[in-house]
């Protein structure tokens, strides 16, 4: 034993001192490589006046060159561009590089790694900022040595990834507790890594100050809903052009942009009125009351952290209640990070960062489906609470209606989890189980009821949300059903390939680059989510090998349901509305749910006594903590990634180069 404590102590250490040789070397490359070069100042004590550039004219240099250093302050701006031109002793003529955004508030963009061939002959440069602006350039100079940074939090990814690696050999598998939901410390642990994901997310929420301002004028329709329905009416207070309510489709966008007829964008319009098409629940809950109690307006972001803090307490609800019906063996360590895998999904990532109008009420049905099924399961679990459960449960799901209608497939999982509840136990849908009953169907009722009249007060028909009434890119009303379409729907959001390049953010925008013969409202994505989420990929494996092993009904059932859920949404989506990025949140809870019920089965399954048990729970635990970093890596980057014009390129410059200075050498 002593030994065995000895090994470990020293391979603890050798983590620490690789991971601080990696930091110090690898990660100050640019630093070393100035070692032995002199120094070249062209420039000092120079002031960029409000035409807004400094040039450097043709210099002769003829020395070699590894960096350009450019010192300077701004009065008000963030970043200034350098743009340089060169020859050297490869390269009789010029050529250019690209433009270089330097930020004064962060050293490391200060300097300019370059790469020319051999010595450089003549150098020309040009610093530019943002008109209006004023800056004072303290110093140009060439070969300029850089201090030596260290970065805790690189370092500390570091150490994590060869803990990874070395996992078995550091964290015996008996030193880690078994997950008990009743353990005290367990519960102060669960406590503050769900805090730490809430600060998170809320931090996350307002990262984007474009998200935060929104300067889009249609964004504001739940706050001009909140107005008007606090005297009494569900039709906007918006002027109509006499000429849409005569045309003969008002749906035909296009129409009426080449017609000069006016028209707000991304309304529903029905008989000579505005409407808000989006879900009524994020209103009723947060939008109506703030206005009732404050008279003001509740900003989109506000609720969309609300939201998503729901969300972060539902994925951590619905994992325990999982692994308590199905995994009991599962380790503490692992239930933290199946909880922590359905928050680090690629699509709530994107959700969370962009807090705007369209993905309002999909955040709010993704919490509300992890809360509705968790408190379901747990109605299993628990049999002394299970009315309780039961109701608050079915309450949850009810409000998915209202949120998003076609996520309402989610509500089929009852049928398996409910499966022997109702038919062997009898305790649901039978004279013992009236309670139950009640429990379960009253909560739908309850809140079907105010939708059903919102819907037929708007559009005369309880069943029409609005959606196919927008003044959208495309008409809505007429698009009709081929498969083609749902298969390239179904290929984007679920199989295509993400684009990568080698820079940060090393991923970027796909698009659907197909010969569709028709019409169809696509836009940009980031890849399917069976494939850019590592954590995920045990699906096919789980639908390739293991189906055909014992389950019980119930697991299998709910298995099942799930993964055809997230197909008939993707098809819904696909062909009634297109090919969006957003769109993909519809299928976060399905994905992420039947992943944990895989993954919770191998660890549970795996774990044992035996040597052979060992090793095999040893690899199972390392590939699930190596996706989970995986799947955490991509859904980081992709808030950096440019899909459109809202991004932390451009709305947040000076946060995307801080992070950005963390994946350079």
């Not at 060439?142 to 996992?167: D, G, H, T």
Request: net charge neutral; with cysteine; hydrophobic share 45%.
């Amino acid at each position: 034993m002593v030994r065995w404590r000895e090994k470990k102590v020293i391979r603890w250490i050798a983590i620490i001192v690789v991971s601080l040789l990696a930091e110090f070397i690898l990660a100050n490359f640019s630093s070393l490589r100035l070692l032995g070069e002199e120094k070249i100042s062209l420039i000092k004590e120079q002031h960029i006046s409000e035409n807004g550039k400094f040039i450097i004219e043709n210099t002769i240099i003829d020395e070699r060159v590894k960096n350009i250093a450019v010192d300077l302050s701004l009065t008000k701006g963030e970043y200034a561009d350098v743009y340089v031109v060169l020859t050297d002793q490869g390269n009789k003529y010029e050529y250019a590089m690209p433009t270089v955004r330097i930020f004064p508030r962060i050293e490391e963009t200060k300097y300019i790694n370059v790469y020319p061939y051999g010595e450089v002959n003549t150098f020309y440069m040009e610093v530019s900022i943002p008109e209006g602006e004023e800056a004072f350039i303290h110093e140009i100079a060439l070969n300029q040595p850089m201090e030596v940074s260290f970065k805790l939090i690189r370092c500390l990814i570091i150490a994590a990834v060869l803990i990874i690696i070395f996992y078995k050999r550091l964290i015996p598998q008996g030193k880690i507790p078994d997950f008990n939901p009743k353990n005290k410390k367990q519960r102060i642990i669960t406590a503050a890594v769900c805090f730490v994901t809430l600060m998170g997310a809320a931090l996350l929420a307002k990262s984007n100050p474009k998200c935060v301002s929104e300067p889009w004028e249609h964004h504001k329709q739940y706050q001009e809903l909140a107005q008007v329905l606090k005297k009494g009416e569900v039709k906007l207070n918006h002027w109509v052009d006499e000429r849409l309510k005569e045309v003969e489709n008002p749906y035909d966008t296009i129409a009426l942009y080449v017609e000069g007829i006016d028209y707000r964008m991304d309304y529903a319009y029905y008989q000579g009125s505005y409407y808000v098409y989006f879900g009524i629940i994020p209103e009723l809950l947060l939008y109506l009351p703030y206005h009732l109690i404050t008279g003001e307006s509740l900003p989109n972001y506000v609720a969309g952290t609300v939201f998503s803090l729901l969300f972060v307490l539902g994925a951590f609800w619905v994992s325990e209640q999982i692994i308590l019906r199905y995994n009991k063996k599962i380790s503490f360590f692992h239930y933290l990070l199946l909880a922590l895998s359905i928050c680090s999904f690629s699509q709530v990532f994107y959700m969370v960062q962009r807090p705007d109008l369209y993905h309002i009420p999909i955040i709010a049905a993704n919490a509300f489906t992890l809360l509705g099924i968790g408190f379901w399961l747990a109605a299993l679990n628990e049999e002394k609470k299970e009315v309780f459960y039961l109701s608050t449960g079915s309450l949850f799901m009810a409000l998915v209606v209202g949120c998003r209608p076609q996520m309402a497939v989610y509500s089929f999982v009852a049928v398996v989890i409910f499966w022997s509840f109702i038919l062997k136990e009898r305790k649901m849908f039978s004279k013992q189980g009236i309670k139950n009953t009640i429990a379960f169907l009253l909560p739908y009722g309850i809140v079907a009821i105010p939708i059903c009249w919102y819907n037929w007060k708007r559009f005369g028909s309880v069943f029409e949300f609005g959606a196919t009434l927008s003044l959208t890119t495309n008409d809505m009303n007429t698009r009709g059903f081929n498969w083609e379409r749902v298969w390239n729907g179904v290929f984007s959001f679920l199989l295509q390939a993400p684009s990568t390049m080698s820079e940060f953010p090393f991923i970027g925008k796909t698009n659907l680059n197909v010969h569709y013969m028709g019409r169809n409202l696509t836009e940009f994505t980031f890849g399917g989510l069976l494939i850019v989420n590592a954590v995920v990929w045990i699906l096919f494996y789980f639908l390739c090998i293991e189906t055909k092993k014992k389950f019980s009904k119930e697991y299998k059932g709910l298995y099942i349901v799930l993964l055809c859920s997230v197909l008939i949404i993707a098809i819904f989506d696909a062909n009634g509305a297109g090919i969006l990025q957003r769109y993909m949140g519809d299928l976060i809870p399905g994905i992420t749910l039947a992943s944990v019920l895989c993954w919770s089965y191998y660890l549970d399954r795996s774990k044992g006594d035996t040597q052979e048990k060992v090793d095999t729970y040893g690899k199972v635990s390392r590939i699930f903590v190596l996706f989970f970093i995986l799947n955490l890596t991509y859904s980081f980057l992709m808030i950096f990634a440019q899909g459109d014009t809202v991004n932390l390129y451009d709305d947040n410059p000076l946060l995307y180069h801080q992070i950005k200075t963390y994946f350079e050498l």
